[in-house]
């Protein structure tokens, strides 16, 4: 599971709404009286898809009726709905879509930024399955869908393949609100759940690096135009869908399935249960596995695992990379600290450096075999971004205490009123935006509608200045509730994390040159 | 039967009809092959050889037969008997085992008793033995516990005289001496001193060791250190033996894997391995990592953070390492994946 912010939702009031529908609804509601007031089943199911199954249904119904008929930019916000309307007839003249397609995805920096997917240049659309992990949660893996993004609109089947960094996945997770998950709100429903997009790479880093999952992409077959129309419906579904998260009956397969029940009817027949029962509980591995065997996915290209790792459509976990690298390794250093790679972070990084430092044949090792300095800089990355990660638990940890705000705010605590506004400026109100970020829409978002979702950085520019960034330090060290152990915690994960940050530059040095693009 | 036999004994019957009722009994001593030619003495008179008939008045007599055997020793046999008036009698004669005689014996006592004067143990044991029995010397019970005594005391002083010349194994029998107060005064205190020095004896050996590497013996050594057994008690010694010890053991660990390897084939399939490693940064028991929300994890927090910990461009140079982090791994052990080859593209972007 991934997880998001919550939101509320968006929402005309109903007196609006039923002006509007008598406003705009009329010339066409003496042909249609009759559907007008009744949803007809697929409609209903339709609407849950895209809205989820406690949207209410009557409500919807009115609304969508009177705005297809009447609203030209009607299908571009709510494709979805708009196909069942186009296929009674029922469709106003269609407006052009813009290009784009808007999905929010995680940013580093703004927390949460547009991506816009041109569905002309999707050029397939996969089912993605995450395998097992360690964790209770990841028992029977995760599923989502993956989008092929070329890189243009010309672009080559393989180049479309290979443009990995703007591949998007999307995929029906619980909103957690907290550090951590609450296993009994998890079964009970206690977790809101949306269609959540992240960058392919973000997913690929979290499951193959971070968890050791392989990854497993089975391409749905299905023409250009069908593509098309998916992404832009799957973008509806994610700008409104909420619905209850529960791990056992309402969990990622069951939505995911039942989403494609509506949104690929060609899997309708593959995704149908004998039973209720068998309706009420679906496990993400045995949803991938009766649909690799569908007519309308192409399951034996995943057949040949290597030729699938070759094409794309295959990610092994990467835990045996990294005990060849400490392997290789152990091989030629003269005091290694490990056995296992593993191990490797059980030294501090300015004793590594020290070690490497003294290890002349190691150095000139380095130097000369491109495939161990490859080694070296695996371990010591990968030690990094673990350290990073460490202290993103450490600061969460300290953040999270309420008291903190309060004390920060407080005159007596924080006399100096400059000081105050920079706290609320710098750590307060950035932090505040953290947590209630998530998107949310009535319908896709079109181009002018952008600005209203937020976006740019969280932190003021110039928060970046020596001076705030002291006297911030000084104060929370000083106010928080929990003393001085927990901030010593924090601050000595950053310095570690600056240690092998530092690390990485000397490999770097001393190795083949390994160049990275500065761009984000 | 023995023709001489029957003869012998028709004649001895012949004998007693004969004889008055009022005189002598007749003793017939009848001697086995082994005895014949052996002296008689009938109360310590010589009276022939053996077979022989000998009169004797009525009473208890004592009878004997003796065959010399060598110059010092004989073989014997003694019997008193009492004869009744005018009667004949029979005695089978079968001579002892040979045995010392009276003054070889004597002699043999007197040889004991100067080699025990003169500090001869096993004599001292013998003479006590001696005073025990009444052989060969006095039966006297209080001679014989002083002789043991002193045979006890004289191989305690040999055990000491080795002990103090380092032999472990007599150091533990002095402390068991004086544990019981064998040969040597009952003395708790001495017993702790002799087992002392028998700890700080081994404690040497295994500081040699340790100081040669033997992980076993360092671990060992620590603990010594900790009870103060052969070395004085010292939590900074015992501490650092520890560390030398988890050192060499991974030293060795680290060793056998590279010959592990170095006989694999760099494509053998590598079992996974659940890290019992300590790392610091693992220690965290506040938060199970495993449920971390990812969406936390993915956050600018650190950007927040970079304000009060780090300096700025650090952030800039994380986002590189993670950026290369995704692909070099498969471009590492899968070269021909697609990941790799987002890994060269990248790599070759950023040549340019």
């Known amino acids: ?520 | 039967m023995n023709p001489n036999k029957s003869r012998a004994a028709a004649a001895a019957s012949l004998l007693v009809l004969a004889l008055p009722a009022w005189a002598d009994s007749v003793i017939r001593l009848r001697c086995d092959d082994d005895a014949d030619g052996a002296l008689v003495y009938v109360n310590e008179q010589p009276r022939g050889q053996c077979p022989a008939d000998v009169t004797v008045p009525p009473g208890t007599v004592r009878l004997r037969v003796v065959k010399p055997v060598g110059s010092s020793q004989e073989r014997v046999w003694e019997k008193s008997v009492l004869v009744s008036d005018g009667t004949a009698t029979r005695q089978e004669v079968v001579l002892s085992a040979p045995r010392l005689t009276a003054a070889a014996a004597q002699a043999a006592a007197k040889a004991v008793q100067d080699a025990a004067a003169r500090g001869d143990i096993r004599a001292m044991d013998e003479l006590a033995s001696r005073h025990d029995r009444g052989d060969g010397v006095a039966q006297d019970a209080a001679l014989a516990a002083q002789w043991r005594a002193r045979a006890e005391a004289a191989r305690a002083a040999q055990t000491e005289a080795k002990a103090n010349a380092g032999d472990a194994t007599a150091m533990l029998e002095m402390a068991s001496r004086h544990d019981e107060g064998k040969g040597v005064p009952r003395d708790a205190a001495a017993a702790a001193g002799w087992r002392a020095k028998v700890e700080a004896q081994k404690a040497q050996k295994v500081l040699a060791d340790a100081q040669r590497g033997d992980a076993a013996a360092m671990k060992d050594l620590a603990s010594r250190f900790d009870k103060g057994l052969g070395v004085p008690v010292d939590a900074a010694q015992a501490a650092r033996w520890r560390r030398e010890a988890a050192d060499s053991e991974r030293r060795k660990a680290n060793a056998d894997r590279r010959a592990e390897l170095l006989k694999k084939k760099q494509d053998t399939k590598i079992s996974v391995f659940i890290s019992d490693w300590p790392g610091w940064i693992t220690k965290d028991k506040d938060v199970n990592s495993t449920t971390m929300t990812l969406g936390f994890l993915y956050s600018p927090l650190f950007t927040v953070l970079e304000l009060v910990t780090t300096a700025p461009s650090k952030s800039t140079d994380l986002y590189r390492i993670n950026k290369e982090l995704d692909s070099l791994p498969a471009a590492f052990g899968k070269p021909d994946s697609m990941m790799a080859t987002l890994h060269r593209r990248e790599q070759d972007a950023g040549a340019r």
């Not at chain 1, 679906?282 to 649909?291: F, M």
């Open chain 1, 1 to 520: 599971m991934s997880a998001a912010r919550p939101v509320g939702r968006a929402r005309a009031p109903w007196h609006r709404r039923l002006a509007a529908a008598l406003a705009l609804g009329c010339a066409t509601a003496g042909a249609a009286t009759a559907e007008a007031d009744t949803p007809p089943p697929a409609f209903a199911a339709l609407h849950a898809v895209a809205r989820g199954p406690a949207a209410p249904l009557a409500d919807g119904w009115r609304e969508h009726h009177a705005r297809a008929a009447a609203e030209p930019g009607y299908a571009c916000r709510h494709p979805l709905h708009a196909r069942w309307f186009a296929d009674r007839g029922l469709l106003a003249d269609r407006a052009p879509c813009p290009a784009g397609v808007p999905f929010a995805v995680p940013h580093a920096e703004h927390g949460s930024a547009l991506r816009w997917v041109d569905p002309a240049q999707v050029r397939a659309v996969h089912l993605l399955f995450g395998g097992r992990g360690d964790g209770w949660a990841s028992r029977f893996g995760h599923v989502a869908l993956r989008l092929v993004v070329c890189p243009r609109a010309t672009a080559s089947e393989r180049e479309c393949d290979e443009n990995l960094r703007e591949h998007l996945v999307l995929g029906f997770v619980a909103v957690v609100d907290g550090l951590e998950i609450d296993p009994l709100r998890g079964l009970a429903g206690g977790y809101t759940a949306t269609l959540a997009a992240q960058d392919f790479m973000q997913a690929y880093r979290e499951y193959a690096i971070h968890e050791f999952r392989e990854i497993r992409s089975l391409p749905l077959a299905l023409p250009p135009a069908r593509v098309q129309q998916l992404v832009r419906e799957l973008g509806e579904v994610h700008w409104q869908y909420a619905d209850e998260y529960r791990f056992l009956t309402n969990n990622c397969a069951t939505m995911l399935r039942n989403a494609l029940r509506v949104l690929v009817p060609e899997l309708a027949a593959d995704l149908a249960e004998p039973t209720d029962e068998a309706d009420a509980v679906v496990r993400p591995d045995l949803l991938y596995e009766r649909l690799r065997g569908a007519a309308t996915t192409a399951g034996a290209r995943l057949a040949d695992e290597a030729q699938a790792e070759r094409d794309g459509l295959y990610f092994s976990s990467t835990r045996p990379f990294f005990e060849q690298a400490a392997d290789a390794l152990l091989l030629a250093m003269r005091e290694p600290w490990f056995v296992r790679f593993e191990q490797y972070a059980a030294l501090p990084a300015p004793q590594r450096l020290a070690r490497w430092q003294a290890d002349a044949p190691l150095q000139r090792q380095l130097g000369a075999n491109a495939r161990l300095q490859q080694a070296q800089m695996m371990l010591e990355q990968w030690t990094v971004v673990q350290t990073a990660r460490a202290l993103m638990t450490q600061a969460a940890l300290y953040f999270d205490d309420p008291r903190l705000a309060a004390r920060l705010q407080d005159a007596e605590a924080v006399p100096d009123a400059g000081l105050r506004a920079l706290i609320a400026d710098c750590l307060l109100q950035p932090m505040q935006r953290l947590r209630s970020r998530a998107p949310r829409h009535a319908g896709v978002p079109q181009p002018g509608d952008a600005p209203a979702l937020g976006g740019g950085p969280l932190v003021p520019a110039q928060c970046q200045a020596a001076l705030p960034r002291q006297a911030l330090a000084d104060t929370l060290a000083r106010l928080h509730p929990a003393g001085r152990e927990r901030w010593q915690q924090v601050v000595r994960a950053a310095e570690e994390l600056a240690a092998g940050i530092d690390n990485v530059a000397w490999l770097r040095a001393r190795g083949a040159p390994v160049q990275l693009s500065a761009s984000r």
